[in-house]
């Protein structure tokens, strides 16, 4: 489900700093230049990466990828089709 966020980027193709830019805008709405003046989101982050990697057994290589973007919920037009069933439902 992660890969979703990257718009299907190629799961090799995503770096640490796309990683980081992802988490800043998931967990403080914010870009993650703007997070890195505090000390305190920096440790959130660093310690959200540790457990991302640990979790997903990856590691993820220094750098960032500029092709790859990241889907920003609040900001990103978000594409959404009723289900069958509820036109079903409705019609009732």
Known sequence: MLIR??????WESIKRDNVLEWLAWSC????????????????????????LEARTGTVFEE?????????????????????QDDWECADT
């Open 5 to 10: 966020r990257f718009h299907h980027a190629p």
């Open 28 to 51: 403080f709405n914010m870009e993650y230049d703007h997070c890195k003046t505090d000390k305190d989101r920096v440790t959130f982050l660093e310690n959200s990466i540790d457990m």
């Open 63 to 83: 750098g960032y990828n500029g092709d790859i973007k990241i889907m920003r919920l609040t900001l990103d037009p978000v594409n959404v089709s009723p289900a």
